[in-house]
């Protein structure tokens, strides 16, 4: 069965760098969500868009930027690196009223900010 | 708002002992999801079940069980005879409102599984 998909899987970039994480969902999921994990730490909510839209915020800084396009993919945008930038980022993706068709997280992007 | 409290920071046993790991939530809402999610040493989150909150039966699935009881606010999880390859970090994580939101995890359980 087709999973969650996001590229890449490790990225390595200097301080005030930019960086661009993508996520593509499970065929016929609307709704992709984001998350981040620092060393130690439990998933932390950043962000999700349902059919396109963003439908709920978390604790997501503001030199974070994320869209869902056209084709359900997502990205997101992370400018002005900073060291504590550094985690694991996960998309999960599902669709919405149907719980049945389930939950599912991508394999993650290990981003290392040095 | 919506909590998830898991107590145990790290757990340690030795092979075929078994193991609970405890998961205690807070919501407001009637309807909600709980979920459990392993996640090994390579990092990625693997999916271990999802229960709504109107679907008290426990469930058991090959040396994994689940004791959901909503008097007591708790969905444990339970590892009969664990083997060395169960050794991770297990998250226990609540979803409110229907057609899913984003999770709110706990701060997760090591386990420790020696040989």
């Known amino acids: 069965a087709a999973g969650v998909i996001q590229s890449p899987r490790h990225l390595i970039k200097e301080k005030r760098e930019t960086a661009t994480l993508k996520c593509y969902p499970i065929?016929?999921?609307?709704?992709v969500y984001w998350y981040q994990q620092g060393p130690g730490q439990d998933p932390q909510f950043l962000i999700s868009?349902?059919?396109?839209?963003?439908?709920d915020k978390g604790s997501i800084p503001d030199r974070f930027s994320a869209q869902q396009f056209s084709d359900y993919h997502s990205e997101l945008n992370m400018s002005s690196l900073e060291l504590g930038d550094s985690a694991l980022y996960f998309c999960a993706s599902s669709r919405r009223n149907y719980p049945n068709y389930g939950y599912t997280f991508g394999s993650g992007t290990r981003l290392t900010v040095v | 708002a919506q909590k998830v409290t898991q107590a145990q920071t790290e757990i340690s046993v030795v092979e075929k002992e078994d193991v609970t790991l405890d998961c205690v939530y807070e919501t407001r809402d009637t309807t909600y999801y709980l979920f459990w999610y392993k996640q090994p040493p390579s990092g990625e989150l693997v999916f271990l079940i999802r229960r709504n909150s109107f679907d008290e039966q426990n469930e058991i699935s090959g040396r994994y069980s689940w004791n959901f009881q909503k008097s007591t606010s708790s969905f444990n999880f339970t590892i009969t005879a664990s083997q060395v390859v169960d050794s991770a970090v297990y998250f226990c994580a609540l979803s409110e409102e229907r057609g899913f939101q984003k999770l709110v995890f706990g701060t997760g359980t090591r386990l420790l599984v020696s040989p």
């Open positions: 868009f349902y059919e396109k839209m963003q439908s």
């Open positions: 065929p016929r999921h609307d709704t």
